[in-house]
């Protein structure tokens, strides 16, 4: 079983920047990144990063978040700038254990799961 932690997240200010970084137990994962779920809504896509370096974002989100992904460290960070309220979720790191050349995109593909982080962003 891989285990998924996050950390990082809290209480932000709009036009402002937080990081959520995330660590996964166990070396052989395929695709490792960020799904949000705002309250009473379903899990959404944000960002991944493939075994293969490939990364797709969340059309809306792109140019504003920015994924790293350490394979050697099997960690993955989520740079949140420009953040706006709406960006006021629960963000949840997910990894596969797939061998997908791009990362999937639907969530639930998604094996390992955290726990979630809060970010609150204040207007």
């Known amino acids: 079983q891989v285990q998924v932690i996050e950390s990082g997240g809290g209480l932000g200010q709009a036009g402002g920047s937080l990081r959520l970084s995330c660590a996964a137990s166990r070396r052989t994962i395929g695709t490792i990144g960020w799904v949000r779920q705002a309250p009473v809504k379903g899990r959404k896509f944000v960002a991944a990063?493939?075994?293969?370096?490939?990364?797709y974002y969340t059309d809306s989100l792109k140019g504003r978040f920015t994924l790293s992904r350490d394979k050697v460290k099997n960690t993955v960070s989520l740079q949140m700038n420009s953040l706006k309220p709406e960006d006021t979720v629960v963000y949840y790191c997910?990894?596969?254990?797939?061998?997908?050349?791009?990362?999937?995109?639907?969530?639930?593909?998604?094996?390992?799961w955290g726990q979630g982080t809060q970010v609150t962003v204040s207007s």
């Open positions: 997910a990894a596969d254990s797939s061998t997908r050349w791009y990362p999937s995109r639907r969530v639930p593909d998604y094996e390992y």
């Open positions: 990063g493939s075994w293969s370096d490939a990364t």
